[in-house]
């Protein structure tokens, strides 16, 4: 087991990030950060997201000052610092040499299903928005750079076997699994972000993974070629998931 790691763990929006980082969050040993580049994000790109103007005045926006954050002390005297990251905050041209000091794992979700939870609460204007790409182009360079495939946890997977799964992750990223990782008190946490009050209801009403349930619902004609775009990247990072050792019916 290591003495310390820095958790970095990758993903879309409108994934079961926020229920990871409560899982982990309900270790004593664990300290957690909530997408700490949005900020960052909101500036560099003039997306007009809820709250945008109060995120980008209290928090850092300072790409490097970040980065510098992010690669040092664990706070709080903790032994782990899971950091909550979105892909697509990953801006082209900016300098991902820093993740090569952290443990990186990638969070993924079928496109479907993202591309249905999203719509919902925010138009999709390009594939950009869904961090599909972003997670290759970041595999990618972290299997080069290392030599080794960082972990992909697929989030079907974690809610039909969550025991099997943050066990099997647990043992790659060399920390050991605790029970208090599976369920969790319902609500708030100081350490959410302030955008939760919009996209957080779900994970603020939850004290667990709850099972998977299929979305039957069809895409909309106007968003196939972005989902079939976006199924492209899903299925190449999905060759690579941890795997639970009963498989469920594979993605389609």
């Not at 997306?47 to 664990?74: A, M, W």
């Not at 706070?75 to 950091?83: A, L, V």
Request: with cysteine; charged share 25%.
């Amino acid at each position: 087991m290591m003495d310390s790691v820095h958790i970095a763990m990758w993903s879309g929006p409108r994934n079961i990030s926020s229920a990871m980082m409560r899982s982990f969050e309900n270790r004593p040993d664990t300290i957690v950060t909530d997408e700490p580049f949005y900020a960052h994000y909101l500036v560099k790109t003039g997306i007009k997201h809820p709250l945008r103007k109060k995120i980008i005045q209290n928090s850092e926006c300072n790409f490097d000052n970040i980065v510098t954050y992010l690669t040092g002390s664990i706070p709080d005297k903790k032994k782990i610092w899971y950091q909550k990251h979105m892909a697509h905050h990953n801006l082209p041209g900016m300098d991902i040499h820093w993740t090569k000091k952290v443990t990186n794992c990638f969070l993924i979700r079928h496109p479907k299903e993202v591309i249905l939870s999203y719509e919902k609460r925010f138009p999709i204007g390009n594939i950009d928005q869904l961090g599909y790409k972003q997670l290759c182009v970041l595999f990618e360079y972290l299997k080069k750079e290392t030599g080794k495939s960082p972990p992909v946890l697929d989030s079907r997977d974690i809610l039909n076997h969550p025991r099997e799964i943050l066990n099997k992750l647990c043992d790659k990223i060399g920390i050991s699994f605790m029970d208090q990782m599976l369920s969790w008190p319902s609500g708030s946490r100081k350490s959410d972000g302030m955008w939760g009050q919009y996209w957080y209801k779900n994970v603020e009403d939850s004290t667990g993974f709850q099972k998977y349930q299929e979305n039957n619902k069809k895409l909309p004609d106007k968003l196939l070629s972005l989902y079939k775009e976006c199924l492209s990247y899903f299925d190449k990072l999905y060759l690579h998931r941890i795997r639970p050792q009963i498989q469920p019916e594979e993605n389609g």
